[in-house]
RNA sequence: GCCGGAGUGGCGGAAUCGGCAGACGCCCGGGACUUAAAAUCCCGUGAUGCGAGAGCAUCGUACGGGUUCAAUUCCCGUUUCCGGCACCA
């Protein structure tokens, strides 16, 4: 057969889209599959090759799953908000809402090009009204639940997209977006109180499938920290004032040997009066303010401080007079922002010590504290009740219980995890639906008021000083407050780029209910997810930000399980041909529809999935993307061959192996060697030069996932009824992927020698006894005697001689 | 610094409850077909040595040790690369 795949292609899209086969069905007697890819960003640039592998892996998994008879849910959408659409508005003066149209509508005929198995009736697209309206009315149910506070505070600014940052978004001091240096700035900043759920986001991952290195990253960046709070008197402070730190090692409390607070701490405020060096510490304090977070603590490593004058601290535990410093290696938001400072055990505090000379006193034996500390486990000293304690963990629950007793401290917990800092002062967002009111304060919405619009404005560039561009809009700002009726001004911020993409896969559900934002029912069904693929770059922000909507709305009652995703896998990048990450100022990019219309979309599908492990980066090869279509071709000859004299035992056998083999490859992601044994077993049959009908089917059932286009065209050659896509997945007989005989390796000490054939089931003396037979083994055994006699059936014999 | 993952032919990569290393594909070489080229098909293809040849031997999975009849796989040490976190008390 001519392979034309570009008129197959065409004519199989077609086909698919009128019959809508590939809409799932809210018919709840069916076993469901629901699989989710991270919806695109519709950029300017178009698709590359890489979002088409990220959805390639689910989109096999999905085929298989319909020919497997599950109702499957598939769905594709446009996390559409975003700075580039919005800084191409400011360029170019095209509103990025015709912007985002012209992207989505250029992404969606990519995506079509490939004959991706999308439900392509449920498109969700987050900046569209019916859409964010629901992102708005889960906003206001996190502020009716206290969730969203405002508060004035540092926070991570950059310069260049005047925008407020979370910390997730401004990871290494560099701007996510820009990559510009991140400054502190402060601001009124509205959050989610995500830090709630640090716990529940924590152990939600007992209840999840998710890859390790996936799970790691996630506990990582919730940070959880398991110690202790100690109260600390203060000399020359207030009747009864206490410094509260926090510390995980509360056993070595007696080798306490100076406190430090950071720079920012309340109680230099508080006590400016009383310290004699108030104007050395401002000096210091202004100069850690002029440092950005990243210099404060990627560079400056060398500890720096200033020992304050005027106030000192008492060890609660032995009266013990203590200095205060401050130094920037203490940092105001992490824990209580003040420190205990054991430097015989602690590499830091060693370090301050040694610079400042204060003592350095030990409690654990193990090491030599005069040249390093030591933070290995030992025998307790110099530590009153804690002496003779020899591990951590024990002399750690003694001290906490003595000063919970004492009433001078209490176990406590701290994350790493900060409150999601969530407005931006951007026009391409959803408007936060907060009205500020000069006698009510801040006042929500009323939920029937929503969708809260985005106004059309003409100037997208952000104000002087960073406010949103909807400051400027006196229609907008200016209304009524929904409480007292009085005058009152809208909240002109716009809420970040994660928000739409909190909650999409709810949506996907329901995507068309204008009650709701889906249908509890129809929740009850389809969720959880049954496997969500995306890219490794998401785990931390997405993915956590996602599982914390989810999780609040199921606290709420609002959706019907814990955890949104069930089971969680990653990608690896496609890189340019030569090694390179894909992007344009590298000229690397490979562009789909090049790929489409010079070798096929099957050939495309094949090949990204075959390039290499689904899970590793992996170069881009043009030549190895032909011979994808090499072997797509040759598959299009096989329908010839079923005209010829048909099968054999072996090659049936063949075909029982190979459909085991994909089956559960595909499961594992492993789709590489599942096409690697499909083209085995095509050259197998062309060895053999011809096969049966019922063998042709069952080759292009299999291989259907990956290149349906041809597949349904060969399938309607063979007189197949129906949609292949819709035919049953291939059984096969466990008896029949089973050889009668097996190539077995004999070894000679160790060395393979020679092969013998030996029948699957045979005893080790007759195994042995065959081996023997062998020329080559029977004359490197004669004259030597048998030390050991080795079978392992199925696998090998090992003679060892002497 | 800490926590993960990885290091296999010219290239992408297979094979890990320890059992014939290099499946499959690319590249490359030789041949067939062709006036010729492309395409296609067939053969070869880890390195080194020996042999006219079928073939044989030795080495070989980052490096150095170890356990074992047998190690890409397990253990100890070293090293390089990639990813994440990073003064988190």
């Given at each position: 057969?001519k392979?034309?795949?570009?008129?197959?292609?065409?004519?199989?899209?077609?086909?698919?889209?009128?019959?809508?086969?590939?809409?799932?069905?809210?018919?709840?007697?069916?076993?469901?599959?629901?699989?989710?890819?991270?919806?695109?960003?519709?950029?300017?640039?178009?698709?590359?090759?890489?979002?088409?592998?990220a959805?390639?892996?689910?989109?096999?998994?999905?085929?298989?799953?319909?020919?497997?008879?599950?109702?499957?849910?598939?769905?594709?959408?446009?996390?559409?908000?975003?700075?580039?659409?919005?800084?191409?508005?400011?360029k170019?003066?095209?509103?990025?809402?015709?912007?985002?149209?012209?992207?989505?509508?250029?992404f969606?005929?990519?995506?079509?090009?490939?004959?991706?198995?999308?439900?392509?009736?449920?498109?969700?697209?987050?900046?569209?009204?019916?859409?964010?309206?629901?992102?708005?009315?889960?906003?206001?149910?996190?502020f009716?639940?206290?969730?969203?506070?405002?508060?004035?505070?540092?926070?991570?600014?950059?310069?260049?997209?005047?925008?407020?940052?979370?910390?997730?978004?401004?990871?290494?001091?560099?701007?996510?977006?820009?990559?510009?240096?991140?400054?502190?700035?402060?601001?009124?900043?509205?959050?989610?109180?995500?830090?709630?759920?640090?716990?529940?986001?924590?152990?939600?991952?007992?209840?999840?499938?998710?890859?390790?290195?996936?799970?790691?990253?996630?506990?990582?960046?919730?940070?959880?920290?398991?110690?202790?709070?100690?109260y600390?008197?203060?000399?020359?402070?207030?009747?009864?004032?206490?410094?509260?730190?926090?510390?995980?090692?509360?056993?070595?409390?007696?080798?306490?040997?100076?406190?430090?607070?950071?720079?920012?701490?309340?109680?230099?405020?508080?006590?400016?009066?009383?310290?004699?060096?108030?104007?050395?510490?401002?000096?210091?304090?202004?100069?850690?303010?002029?440092?950005?977070?990243?210099?404060?603590?990627?560079?400056?490593?060398?500890?720096?401080?200033?020992?304050?004058?005027?106030?000192?601290?008492?060890?609660?535990?032995?009266?013990?007079?203590?200095?205060?410093?401050?130094?920037?290696?203490?940092?105001?938001?992490?824990?209580?922002?003040?420190?205990?400072?054991?430097?015989?055990?602690?590499?830091r505090?060693?370090?301050?010590?040694?610079?400042?000379?204060?003592?350095?006193?030990?409690?654990?034996?193990?090491?030599?504290?005069?040249?390093?500390?030591?933070?290995?486990?030992?025998?307790?000293?110099?530590?009153?009740?804690?002496?003779?304690?020899?591990?951590?963990?024990?002399?750690?629950?003694?001290?906490?219980?003595?000063?919970?007793?004492?009433?001078?401290?209490?176990?406590?917990?701290?994350?790493?995890?900060?409150?999601?800092?969530?407005?931006?002062?951007?026009?391409?967002?959803?408007?936060?639906?907060?009205?500020?009111?000069?006698?009510?304060?801040?006042?929500?919405?009323?939920?029937?008021?929503?969708?809260?619009?985005?106004?059309?404005?003409?100037?997208?560039?952000?104000?002087?000083?960073?406010?949103?561009?909807?400051?400027?809009?006196?229609?907008?700002?200016?209304?009524?407050?929904?409480?007292?009726?009085?005058?009152?001004?809208?909240?002109?911020?716009?809420?970040?780029?994660?928000?739409?993409?909190?909650?999409?896969?709810?949506?996907?559900?329901?995507?068309?209910?204008?009650?709701?934002?889906?249908?509890?029912?129809?929740?009850?069904?389809?969720?959880?997810?049954?496997?969500?693929?995306?890219?490794?770059?998401?785990?931390?922000?997405?993915?956590?930000?996602?599982?914390?909507?989810?999780?609040?709305l199921?606290?709420?009652?609002?959706?019907?399980?814990?955890?949104?995703?069930?089971?969680?896998?990653?990608?690896?990048?496609?890189?340019?041909?030569?090694?390179?990450?894909?992007?344009?100022?590298?000229?690397?990019?490979?562009?789909?529809?090049?790929?489409?219309?010079?070798?096929?979309?099957?050939?495309?599908?094949?090949?990204?999935?075959?390039?290499?492990?689904?899970?590793?980066?992996?170069?881009?090869?043009?030549?190895?993307?032909r011979?994808?279509?090499?072997?797509?071709?040759?598959v299009?000859?096989?329908?010839?061959m079923?005209?010829?004299?048909?099968?054999t035992?072996?090659?049936?056998?063949?075909?029982?192996?190979?459909?085991?083999?994909?089956?559960?490859?595909i499961?594992?992601?492993?789709?590489?060697?599942?096409?690697?044994?499909?083209?085995?077993?095509?050259?197998?049959?062309?060895?053999?030069?011809?096969?049966?009908?019922?063998?042709?089917?069952?080759?292009?059932?299999?291989?259907?996932?990956?290149?349906?286009?041809?597949?349904?065209?060969?399938?309607?050659?063979?007189?197949?009824k129906?949609?292949?896509?819709?035919?049953?997945?291939?059984?096969?007989?466990?008896?029949?992927?089973?050889?009668?005989?097996?190539?077995?390796?004999?070894?000679?000490?160790g060395?393979?020698?020679?092969?013998?054939?030996?029948?699957?089931?045979c005893?080790?003396?007759?195994?042995?006894?065959?081996?023997?037979?062998?020329?080559?083994?029977?004359?490197?055994?004669?004259?030597?005697?048998?030390?050991?006699?080795?079978?392992?059936?199925?696998?090998?014999?090992n003679?060892?001689?002497?």
């Amino acid at each position: 057969m001519k392979y034309n795949y570009t008129e197959i292609e065409k004519k199989w899209q077609k086909r698919w889209e009128e019959s809508g086969i590939f809409k799932a069905q809210d018919d709840f007697t069916k076993p469901k599959f629901y699989s989710l890819i991270e919806f695109p960003y519709p950029s300017g640039a178009g698709m590359h090759v890489g979002h088409i592998k990220a959805y390639s892996g689910l989109e096999v998994v999905s085929r298989k799953r319909r020919m497997q008879g599950y109702n499957v849910l598939f769905p594709i959408g446009f996390d559409a908000f975003g700075l580039p659409t919005e800084n191409y508005a400011i360029k170019t003066g095209i509103h990025p809402r015709n912007v985002t149209d012209k992207n989505i509508e250029r992404f969606t005929e990519q995506l079509k090009n490939v004959g991706f198995s999308f439900d392509w009736s449920r498109v969700v697209d987050t900046t569209e009204e019916n859409y964010y309206k629901w992102t708005q009315w889960i906003f206001l149910k996190m502020f009716e639940n206290g969730l969203v506070f405002r508060d004035t505070a540092l926070v991570n600014y950059c310069p260049s997209c005047k925008v407020v940052l979370s910390n997730e978004d401004s990871q290494g001091g560099k701007c996510d977006i820009c990559h510009s240096d991140i400054v502190q700035k402060s601001k009124d900043v509205w959050y989610l109180r995500i830090s709630q759920y640090a716990d529940k986001l924590l152990e939600g991952l007992n209840d999840v499938d998710y890859l390790a290195n996936i799970r790691m990253q996630q506990e990582n960046w919730i940070g959880k920290s398991v110690g202790a709070f100690v109260y600390f008197n203060i000399n020359g402070g207030e009747q009864g004032e206490k410094m509260r730190i926090y510390t995980t090692r509360p056993d070595t409390l007696f080798g306490v040997t100076f406190t430090v607070i950071a720079p920012e701490h309340p109680l230099i405020d508080k006590y400016r009066d009383r310290i004699k060096n108030i104007a050395e510490l401002d000096a210091y304090r202004e100069q850690c303010a002029k440092k950005t977070e990243f210099e404060r603590t990627q560079l400056q490593k060398t500890k720096t401080g200033v020992k304050i004058d005027g106030i000192s601290a008492v060890n609660p535990l032995n009266g013990k007079e203590l200095p205060i410093y401050i130094s920037d290696y203490v940092m105001m938001g992490y824990g209580t922002g003040a420190i205990m400072a054991v430097p015989a055990h602690d590499d830091r505090d060693y370090e301050f010590a040694k610079k400042f000379g204060i003592d350095i006193i030990e409690v654990i034996k193990g090491g030599d504290i005069s040249n390093a500390p030591y933070v290995g486990d030992g025998e307790m000293v110099n530590s009153d009740f804690l002496n003779g304690y020899n591990n951590k963990k024990d002399a750690i629950a003694k001290a906490i219980e003595v000063l919970a007793e004492k009433g001078i401290g209490e176990a406590g917990v701290q994350y790493k995890m900060k409150d999601w800092a969530f407005n931006r002062q951007r026009y391409w967002g959803e408007p936060i639906p907060i009205v500020h009111c000069p006698k009510c304060g801040i006042v929500p919405v009323p939920y029937e008021e929503l969708p809260l619009r985005l106004p059309k404005v003409d100037n997208f560039e952000p104000g002087v000083g960073g406010e949103s561009p909807l400051a400027k809009i006196d229609s907008f700002v200016n209304c009524k407050c929904p409480r007292c009726q009085g005058n009152a001004k809208r909240e002109t911020d716009t809420m970040p780029q994660w928000a739409g993409s909190s909650w999409y896969f709810l949506r996907y559900i329901d995507p068309h209910n204008d009650n709701e934002f889906a249908n509890f029912e129809k929740m009850k069904y389809w969720l959880p997810v049954d496997w969500y693929n995306g890219g490794m770059e998401h785990v931390t922000r997405h993915m956590i930000y996602s599982r914390f909507w989810h999780r609040f709305l199921y606290d709420i009652g609002e959706v019907p399980t814990k955890e949104p995703y069930a089971k969680r896998t990653a990608q690896g990048l496609i890189l340019g041909s030569d090694g390179e990450k894909m992007s344009k100022s590298k000229g690397n990019v490979v562009d789909p529809n090049e790929v489409v219309s010079e070798y096929g979309a099957d050939v495309l599908r094949t090949y990204v999935l075959f390039m290499g492990d689904y899970t590793s980066a992996t170069p881009w090869s043009d030549s190895s993307a032909r011979g994808c279509k090499r072997f797509l071709e040759r598959v299009a000859d096989l329908y010839g061959m079923t005209k010829g004299s048909g099968s054999t035992p072996e090659l049936e056998s063949k075909f029982h192996k190979t459909v085991k083999k994909v089956s559960s490859d595909i499961e594992d992601m492993k789709f590489n060697t599942a096409i690697a044994a499909m083209m085995t077993l095509l050259n197998d049959i062309y060895d053999h030069g011809s096969l049966t009908v019922d063998e042709f089917k069952t080759y292009i059932s299999i291989l259907c996932p990956f290149a349906p286009h041809l597949c349904e065209e060969l399938w309607e050659m063979v007189g197949g009824k129906g949609f292949l896509s819709m035919h049953e997945w291939p059984s096969y007989d466990e008896a029949k992927t089973v050889d009668s005989t097996v190539e077995i390796a004999v070894q000679i000490n160790g060395k393979v020698r020679a092969t013998v054939s030996l029948p699957v089931d045979c005893d080790k003396e007759t195994a042995i006894g065959i081996a023997k037979q062998n020329e080559t083994v029977a004359a490197m055994i004669d004259g030597k005697t048998i030390v050991k006699e080795i079978v392992v059936p199925g696998r090998i014999v090992n003679i060892v001689v002497k």
